[in-house]
């Protein structure tokens, strides 16, 4: 009898014995971030929506200026 190395049998050995290593687990091997990271990474995104709020209110400023001085030409 000839043995498939690619069989059912060889294939479920090798998925238990890659489930049984935990040093390969995505918990052990993902980084968690301590708390302080955690603080700095709110205060960026807190930051860059301050950014973008501001960005808005001014280019919605630019375009409300743009639209008085068009009228103003008309009028």
């Given at each position: 009898?000839?043995?498939c190395l690619n069989s059912a049998h060889k294939f479920a050995t090798r998925f238990l014995k890659n489930l049984k290593d935990q040093s390969c687990h995505i918990e052990k091997v993902v980084k968690r971030p301590n708390t302080q990271e955690i603080l700095n990474n709110r205060l960026r995104i807190k930051a860059l929506i301050d950014?973008?709020?501001h960005l808005k209110h001014?280019?919605?400023e630019g375009m409300i200026n743009i639209q008085?001085?068009?009228i103003k030409e008309i009028s």
């Open positions: 009898m000839r043995k950014i973008v709020r001014v280019l919605l008085n001085k068009k």
